[in-house]
Every structure is written in C-alpha cells, then in structure tokens.
C-alpha cells in the first residue's frame, strides 16, 4: 500500500520569539514493509537536510531559527510504501541493547495496580501473552479524548480508567516491563479505517520484543498490531522521549501549538505522475 | 591500629617526612601558627571559598587550610601513579562497553539491571562513539591508606571532579610563604597541571574541528558552589569561561557570542551536570542548558569532557565491580584494592549489613559528600536502629563497608603537631593519553579521632607532596 502523510505542526508565539531551537523525529526510517518515497521536512519552507540517527537509530534534525519569529510551520510529508508484515517490525539498521528497554521512566513507573494488572494478562507464551496485555488494556481504560494530558503517568492512567492512545501506549510498555518484557513507545501516523475516528495529530503505540520475532507493533488503542496502515517515526522509552518534534524557544511565550495529520492512500496515477516528472 | 604516615612503629621520624620534621622543629609550635593566620589571610584576598564537588554548605566559607604537608616518598607514589592509571583506563573501558556490547555484562561479571536500570546511565549515549573513546577525562580517585602499603579505593569521580585548584593554590601558598621549603628540589611540582589538562581537552577535538581546537570551561554561574575554581582553571589554562547563555548551536556546530560575532567552539569542559546541558535531550523544565548541545554532539561537531553519562562509573554498586572491570578489560592485577563492600540490594549483604550495621561505614548508593551516611562505631544505638530502617525500606539504595582505621597524617594542634585521619585525591588525565601530576588533594579530618574528611563535616585540606626521589 502506498500512503500519503503530511503532518504539520504550528507554533505560536505571543510576541516573536528572539531563538527557537527544534529537535525533530520526523524521518520514517527505510524499514522491512515501510519504504518512504519522496519524504521531505521543511520548517518555516525552509528544506531540512540532515537527519542523523538518535541512539534508537531514528533519524533526528536540529533546527535552529534566530530571527524574530512569530510562528514556526514545520512540515513532514511524502509517500510511504507499506506493506503487511502481521505486526513485526524489522530491518533497523542499528539495535541498542535489549535490557534498555525494560528501563521504566517517571512516565511508566508501575506501581503496585499496575504490576497486579500485568500478572493478570494470560497466555502460554510471551506473544500469547502480549496480545492478551493489549486487549486488557483496552479493556480497561477506556478512549476518551482530553481525559488525561501528557504528564500522566501509567499508573494514574489505569487509575483512572480512561485516556488516550499516548496512555494506551504508556501503560502497555510499562506493564510488559514489569513482565520483564522489552518495550518500547512508538509515535507515528495510522490511517483509520473507514467510519473509524479521523486521524488529527500523531498516533502512538507500542513495540514489544520476542525472541525468536523480533519487535512486535501493539496498538492497544485499536486492539491490533501494526500493519500496512501504520508508518513509524520514532521509538523511545515513553512519550517524552520519543516525541517527535521538542522544542525550546527564548524570549516569547508559546500560546498554541497546533498539529494536523493528514494520511490517505496514495492514487496509483498520482505515483505515476510524479515518477515520470523525475 | 591507625597507621601514622609520619611515624615509623618504633616512634621514629619516616624518611620521607625528614624534612617536614625539620622545617617544624626550626620554625616551632608558635611560628607555624603565626604563619598559619598568614595563609588564611592570604586564601581570603584571594577569596578561594569553595565546596568540593557535592558537599554542598556555604559556597562562602573558607575550608581550613593545614600548614604541615602530607608527604609521599617516591615509591610510594610510583605505586600510586600505577595504579590510578590503571583504574581509570579500566574506568573509561567499561563505559565504552556500557554504551555498546556491553560484554562485561555478556560475560555475567557485572548485574545487566545495575547498568541499565541506573539513574547515571544515559540511554542517549547509546551506540556513539566520543573522540578517542574516551568518556571521563579527569578522574578524581578518593583513596584512603591504613597501612604502609595498603592504599584502598573510596570511591571513583567520573563526572566533573572538583578540588584540584586547591592542590594548585595549596601548593602556591606553601611556595610563596616557604620558599626554603622548596629550594632543594626536593618536591615535584604539580603546576604544569592547567598545562597538561588543557592538552588533554585539545586531544580530544571533534571531527568537525580541522585546526587549534578552541576549548571553552562552561559553568552553571557564580552562585555554583565550585565557582571559583571554574574561573581559576579557565584562567590558567587561557581559555573562555561560558555559561549556557553565551552559546548556541546552530548548523550541528556549537557557538560562543562574542563581541566581533559568533565563534565556533571544539571542546567543553563542562562542570555542569547531564539535567542541565540540553533541555532539549534531557530535561525540558531545565531553563539552563544549550538546546541542540547533545545533538551537536552527536553530530560529531563538539567534544562534552566529561561525556554526557560518565557518572554511570561513579555509582557506589558500580564500584564493587571496578577490580573485575580490571581484570577483564585490561587483563591486569588491580594495583589498588577496593574496600571490601556489602551490597544490600542482595539478600546475603542486607542480613549481614544489618546484623553488624553498629560495626560498619554505611552509605547511599547514589549519595556524596558524607552526607546521609553512617559511621556505626561512632553512631548512638538510636542513629544506627533508624538508619537500619532507612535500609529495610531500600536495600538496593545502600551498601555499607568496614569501619577503616584510616592513616593519620601530622597536622598543627592548638599546642603541639597532632595526628590526624586524612584521605586523598588525585586527578588523572585522560585524553589520546593518560596524564596524571605528581600529587593531589589530600582532606584531613581536624577534629581528633573524627574519620570524615568532607568539608562540610569539618574536614580541612593540606598541600600533598610527593618526593623526587
């Protein structure tokens, strides 16, 4: 499937700011089943050239702006070629070490509730037991938009029993690290089935390691794994790591920042079109 | 029995102490304390005021200063330099392994979770390779001595190390009030430091960097504790001293405003920790920090000295492993011994730790400074039953050792040269080589029978010779 993506966030300043300094995730790494096709990142039009791979292997930019600013516009879009791989993720160039990843952060840090809860998922093996951990997950904390914000942490999204896919993501990857399960939180783009909910901002998820597999694409808000429906940005330990776009901005305060995700299936001619332009 | 550097068993002066026993005899009780309200004055001009890396206390008040060297003979200090080199290439080599294979942790000799699940390590550095490999580029070792030749290893300081200006000033002091004292050549002298640390920092250029590297101290500000010797160092080594609001990163390089536009800059010696270097790679509340400074670095474009993570090395369960470390990275003996430690994260170390916590030093595993910690032998039944409850309710937060007869050193009483417990620190440089001066910080615990030396709990300094031969 060839999916088209344009993802734009907007920053607001009250006054112009004097230096804005942006770190940006927002290059889909070449994949097994993702093979992006004319991905190009602009801040403010201007393009941005060089992503070099973070310590996950993802690609990161700095972008440093210091003329008066009053809004900042940064752009990801392209083509990405997917296809189904029944939800393992493969071929990164380059893989940290395992453990990391059952390294739990302010953001997944279970408490007592949330350790009962990962005990609870069943299964016969680790995958059996994955699949049951992310339908629990969606069992009990229901969707409800603006119900939590991202500063909770698993433990109070459980709590609570309602959040978003950020809380879905957090709480699946805390769980599966109290299992001793790697996991990881991944951000990236979902085009919704039809008559499901319209994508507006970023997606997130989780990945989850099995031997033998491979990392695992759980979507817990959606009940299933990743397949050619999904494009991967960037991974990280929680959501604050794996953001894909931070910023840090000197004289001015931000009033808004607006992001708007745009995915559809690209038509087979307009691929063509462009090719030919080539 | 508490071994007394200056005193052979028999009573008599230790050669290497010849001469600092016939400079007192001459000068006399009364002299030296003359001479001593004549330092102080001096370190108060000049206004050395300062903590020693994570003491905290008043950034304003003077630490006192002891007129009567701490001596070391030639061979002594051979022993010492060895291995002090040793520990910290072996140091350096496990966090280079840290942050890639990690095969010490592959091989089983060191626990998976106390590298991957410490606070210290940096997941960020995960895969990048800093320039020669190198992580800790000045490692302050804190060693103790309770024997004539048992030297034992305190603890390691990977991170940013302080201290060493008042090796310098200590130094500086002595030789301007008692220059007869030096004449003969008798000691060797520790000013090429700024030098040989300068051209430490300038080995380890970025790739980026194709000329002279420009090397810049960067310092959080004048209310740092450590204030003043990050002025006194950039003074001496001739380089800017910066704080996060002079530079910028911009096109993967880092830059310094200066009065004629922007200058790029290779290397940071930073005295900053890692929360606040980069608010964009590690804390977003930090309104310090360089934004895009990791990236940058990363990127190849700048040198970070210390490495960001480094402090992994320091963590006291990390300690226990640094003779493994030895062994398995450099295929050599430990030259210096740790102290032997009690874990109490493991099931064995708690109960023995808790059943003898009355006899042993317990310590936080993350703490510094002698703060938080316990000296059972000389703790109230009260003190040591709560402290005991502080390590049930974390066992994996403490480790505890044996209560060490630390060597004492001469130091000047109110009426006649008493002996105090003294510890030591040397810094040794690592840079495409390891470089390391003849001498170090030595505190001295002034209050009789006391084992702490930090400043903050009434510790002192005193110069530290070593002999040339």
């Known amino acids: 499937m060839e999916l088209t993506v344009r993802h734009q966030t907007t920053y607001c300043y009250e006054t112009p700011a004097s230096q804005v300094a942006l770190l940006l995730r927002l290059q889909p790494a070449a994949l097994d089943g993702q093979v992006p096709r004319q991905w190009a990142v602009t801040v403010n039009d201007t393009p941005v050239q060089t992503f070099r791979p973070n310590a996950y292997g993802d690609g990161e930019a700095f972008v440093h702006l210091r003329a008066s600013v009053e809004e900042v516009l940064i752009v990801a879009s392209g083509r990405v070629e997917t296809r189904d791989q029944h939800g393992v993720v493969s071929g990164f160039r380059q893989e940290g070490p395992l453990p990391v990843f059952l390294r739990q952060t302010h953001l997944t840090r279970p408490d007592a509730a949330v350790t009962a809860f990962a005990h609870s998922a069943g299964g016969t093996d680790r995958l059996s037991r994955l699949h049951a951990l992310s339908a629990l997950v969606r069992d009990r904390v229901g969707y409800c938009a603006g119900s939590t914000s991202t500063a909770s942490t698993a433990a109070e999204v459980l709590a609570q029993g309602r959040g978003v896919c950020q809380d879905h993501a957090h709480l699946f990857v805390s769980a599966a690290r109290a299992l001793g399960i790697p996991a990881r939180y991944v951000v990236g783009y979902l085009m919704a089935q039809a008559g499901d909910r319209a994508l507006r901002e970023t997606h997130a998820w989780a990945e989850a390691w099995v031997d033998g597999l491979g990392w695992i694409g759980f979507d817990a808000t959606n009940g299933i794994c990743v397949t050619d429906h999904y494009v991967r940005l960037c991974g990280g330990l929680d959501a604050h790591d794996a953001a894909p776009v931070r910023g840090s901005v000197l004289g001015a305060t931000t009033i808004a920042i607006r992001a708007d995700v745009m995915i559809g299936e690209a038509e087979p001619g307009a691929a063509q079109q462009t090719q030919q332009q080539q | 029995m508490t071994f007394s550097e200056m005193h052979e068993q028999d009573g008599t002066i230790r050669s290497c102490y010849a001469e600092v026993k016939r ?42 200063f002891d007129l009567l060297p701490r001596v070391f003979s030639r ?5 010492l330099d060895k291995g002090i080199r040793q520990r910290a290439q072996a140091l350096n080599a496990f966090l280079y392994d840290a942050y890639h294979r990690a095969e010490i942790l592959r091989a089983g000799l060191i626990p998976q979770d106390l590298v991957y699940q410490n606070e210290a390590f940096r997941p960020e550095m995960i895969g990048f390779d800093p320039p020669g490999r190198v992580y800790s580029h000045i490692v302050g070792i804190d060693i103790v001595r309770t024997g004539p030749d048992q030297f034992e290893v305190l603890e390691d300081n990977c991170r940013t190390p302080s201290g060493v200006s008042y090796m310098l000033e200590n130094r500086e002091i002595m030789t301007r009030m008692f220059p007869g004292l030096f004449s003969k050549g008798l000691v060797t002298p520790v000013d090429d430091y700024p030098a040989l640390l300068l051209k430490t920092l300038k080995e380890v250029a970025p790739p980026a960097c194709k000329r002279d590297p420009v090397v810049v101290l960067l ?15 950039a003074d001496l080594m001739g380089i800017e001293l910066v704080e996060p609001v002079d530079l910028f990163v911009d096109n993967d390089r880092v830059w310094m405003k200066t009065t004629t536009g922007p200058r790029a800059v290779d290397v940071i010696y930073r005295r900053i920790d890692d929360d606040y270097l980069d608010p964009l790679a590690f804390r977003p509340d ?42 398995f990275y450099l295929g050599e003996e430990p030259i210096l011994s740790n102290i032997p430690t009690w874990q109490c994260g493991t099931e064995s170390g708690l109960a023995y730790v808790l059943e003898h916590l009355g006899e042993l030093v317990a310590k936080e595993v993350h ?70 001066v003849a001498g170090g910080l030595t ?10 030396v930090n400043s903050s709990q009434g510790g002192g300094v005193k110069d530290t010779w070593v002999l040339r031969n």
């Open chain 2, 443 to 452: 505190r001295v615990a002034l209050t009789e029978g006391s084992l702490v």
């Open chain 2, 286 to 327: 930090s309104l310090l920090g360089v934004p895009g400074l990791f990236h940058a670095y990363r990127a190849g474009g700048v040198t970070l000295c210390s490495a960001p993570g480094a402090g992994l090395a320091d963590d006291k369960a990390i300690y226990v492993y640094v003779p493994e470390m030895i062994r």
């Open chain 2, 75 to 79: 061979l002594e200090w051979e022993r």
């Open chain 2, 23 to 64: 400079w007192i005899d001459e000068t006399g009780i009364d002299g030296l304390h003359g001479r001593m309200d004549e330092a102080e004055a001096i370190f108060r001009r000049i206004g050395i005021t300062f903590a020693v890396y994570g003491e905290g206390g008043d950034p304003e008040r003077l630490i006192p």
């Open chain 2, 219 to 233: 310092t959080p500000g004048s209310l740092n504790s450590a204030y003043y010797e990050h002025s006194f160092l």
């Open chain 2, 367 to 436: 703490g510094s400074g002698g703060y938080g910690m316990l000296i059972g032998p000389q703790a109230t039944s009260e003190a040591v039953a709560a402290y005991a409850a502080r390590i049930r309710a974390n066992p994996g937060g403490f480790i505890a050792q044996p209560t060490l007869a630390l060597s004492t050193v001469p130091t000047l009483g109110e009426s006649a040269v008493v002996q105090r417990h003294a510890d030591f620190r040397p810094f040794c440089l690592v840079g495409s080589q390891m470089r390391l």
